[in-house]
């Protein structure tokens, strides 16, 4: 029987705890100075431990412990076991990026004060994130339209039915309801962002600096998942976690 020792206080590793029990691991969710010497030492995509704490979780693993963390270059320089980065690994990524998506059409409901279908929204950035929610936006009746960058992003868009914006403009930012970002730089102007209607919903999904310029313009909602849906996000992680040791400590 597999040990895991989770050291983290994110709730989605409740719901993951659950699933390993499940399936027949050893698994507990402990303090930093509680570890003792798993086959496994889960930690949150997020980071959580400064270097103290790392020193001390350092200490209570084995030399061919695996270490599931979010920061793997961080992480490594304290751990002689493998590390497995989250965010290094697809399958996760795509599970958490539509998790992501329900997550911000949820918060979209419960914010508006009228109905999704025939109005027009504009996803900026076609990655994971920005796929997923355009076309659940779309299958919802909303008219959208995409603004990306790389132009094989916008003919992956095009094709798959959304409008492409060659460019963010105060005519453009004129005719929205519902504008979405989810790149990780500042590509909206003040400029731009000004001429959004007073009753426009603007939400911020990408992570620190965001995309505009006017931080204020948007309702900020960052890591999702682990706040509106950690069942689901508990589930992907365990997923993850389960599949590695499956495939790669089988006798151990």
Partial sequence: MKKICIASRDNRFLYAK????????????????????PDALVLSPRLEHDDANLRCLAKGVRDDTVIFTGQGEKIKAYFKGRVIDYSENESYLLKNAYITAQCAIKLTYERLTYPVYGKRALVIGYGRIGKYLASTLK????????????????????????????????????????????????????????????????????SAPGGFEDENIALKAPALPGRMMPKEAGKAIFDLIDSYLRLNMKGK
Avoid: Q
């Fill in 139 to 206: 299958s919802l009746g909303a008219v959208v339209f995409v603004y990306a960058r790389r132009e094989e992003s916008r003919v992956d868009a095009h094709l798959n039915g959304m409008g492409i914006l060659s460019e963010l403009s105060l005519e453009t930012a004129e005719s929205l309801d519902l504008v979405y970002n989810t790149v990780p730089y500042r590509i909206v102007d003040k400029s731009v962002s000004d001429g959004l209607k007073g009753d426009a919903l603007v939400m911020e999904l990408a």
């Fill in 18 to 37: 659950e699933l390993f029990d499940k399936n027949g691991y050893l698994c507990k969710i402990c303090k930093t100075e509680d570890v003792d010497y």
